[in-house]
Nanobody
Framework: QVQLVESGGGSVQAGGSLRLSCVTS????????MGWFRQAPGKEREAVAT???????YYRDSVKGRFALSRDNAKASVYLQMNSLKPEDTAMYYC?????????????????WGQGTQVTVSS
């Protein structure tokens, strides 16, 4: 059973924008910290943005100022607005419910994963 469902990926040119969405159950949303990860071919999955305690948001350095995580409690959803996209942002993006809440979580810290949504940025 899929616990988190992402959407919003696609192909854009460098400098473009995409908005990813992740909807989950209210029980998961209210229990776990939420985060966005990405994984490029041949690379490890890495945290992109994390929200802890419902209001503290952290970003990896390479996306600061370009990406923005937001949430909608009524919809048990988190979003990732991605602006000024670069080719190096190309990856499969995953939404995660984190059993271990930290500023820079590891993939092993996730309890649940979405199926992923592909983001491709061309130069």
């Amino acid at each position: 059973q899929v616990q988190l469902v992402e959407s919003g990926g696609g192909s854009v040119q460098a400098g473009g924008s995409l908005r990813l969405s992740c909807v989950t159950s209210t029980s998961i949303y209210s229990t776990f910290c939420m985060g966005w990860f990405r994984q490029a071919p041949g690379k490890e999955r890495e945290a992109v943005a994390t929200i802890i305690g419902g209001s503290s948001i952290y970003y990896r350095d390479s996306v600061k100022g370009r990406f923005a995580l937001s949430r909608d409690n009524a919809k048990a959803s988190v979003y990732l607005q991605m602006n000024s996209l670069k080719p190096e942002d190309t990856a499969m993006y995953y939404c995660a419910a984190l059993a271990v809440c930290s500023e820079y979580p590891r993939s092993v810290d996730a309890r649940y994963w979405g199926q992923g949504t592909q983001v491709t940025v061309s130069s």
